[in-house]
């Protein structure tokens, strides 16, 4: 019986360590795949030219300055157009 006890105790120590290698294996691929995944991605974005975000930004904010400068020249045109009435 003990000897019975001392082969199920090596198979799972066996299946075990075979399953702990098999789970390091499939991790490290994982990483592996996500950084070539991302490589990929970088450089596809970098062939389409984008812009970053931070150029976004200062774009959109130059742009809404415009816009509240045009709304201003238009009042101010308004208000010249009524006084020359």
Same mark, same amino acid.
């Given at each position: *019986?003990? @000897?019975?006890?001392?082969?199920? $105790?090596?198979?799972? !120590?066996?299946? %075990?360590?075979? *399953?702990? @290698? #098999? +789970?390091?294996?499939? #991790?490290?691929? !994982? =990483?592996? +795949?996500?950084? &070539? ?8 974005? &970098?062939?389409?030219?984008? =812009?970053?975000? $931070?150029? +976004?930004?200062? =774009?959109? !904010? *130059?742009?809404? $300055? ?10 101010? *045109? $308004? &208000?010249?157009?009524? %006084?020359?009435?």
């Amino acid at each position: *019986m003990s @000897q019975d006890n001392k082969f199920f $105790e090596d198979f799972s !120590k066996l299946a %075990g360590s075979a *399953m702990n @290698q #098999a +789970f390091s294996s499939i #991790a490290e691929l !994982k =990483v592996n +795949f996500d950084a &070539a995944i991302s490589h990929r991605l970088d450089k596809i974005l &970098a062939d389409k030219k984008l =812009v970053s975000r $931070e150029e +976004f930004e200062v =774009v959109k !904010k *130059m742009a809404e $300055e415009a816009r509240k400068d045009c709304i201003k020249l238009n009042k101010i *045109m $308004e &208000a010249n157009k009524k %006084g020359k009435k």
